[in-house]
Nanobody
Framework: QVQLVESGGGLVQPGGSLRLSCAAS????????MGWYRQAPGKERELVAR?????SANYADSVKGRFTISRDKNTVYLQMNKLKPEDTAVYYC????????WGQGTQVTVSS
């Protein structure tokens, strides 16, 4: 059974930074993609960034140049800089290798 445990959310002022972490445990295929999605109130869940086990990454246009995804085997990180109020959302970790696994979500609030 696969489990994803997230940490690092919180309240930050506009222009600030946060770092999210997600550790995956269980039986995991070595070829996979890990990433972050977010869901703001009243909106659909959207991709923020994801990284394949081979290292290739892609980002939503809205976060390019501000967010950086990285990973160490089955742990994925999201460094978020220059945060804006519109980044406020619940952020979900995702692991995919044909099947999708999700973390419980961590709240990120950007507000003065």
């Amino acid at each position: 059974q696969v489990q994803l445990v997230e940490s690092g959310g919180g309240l930050v002022q506009p222009g600030g930074s946060l770092r999210l972490s997600c550790a995956a445990s269980g039986t995991i295929l070595s070829i996979n993609t890990m990433g972050w999605y977010r869901q703001a109130p009243g909106k659909e869940r959207e991709l923020v960034a994801r990284m394949a086990s081979g290292g290739s990454a892609n980002y939503a246009d809205s976060v390019k140049g501000r967010f950086t995804i990285s990973r160490d085997k089955n742990t994925v990180y999201l460094q978020m800089n220059k945060l804006k109020p519109e980044d406020t959302a619940v952020y979900y970790c995702n692991l995919n290798y044909g099947l999708d696994y999700w973390g419980q979500g961590t709240q990120v609030t950007v507000s003065s």
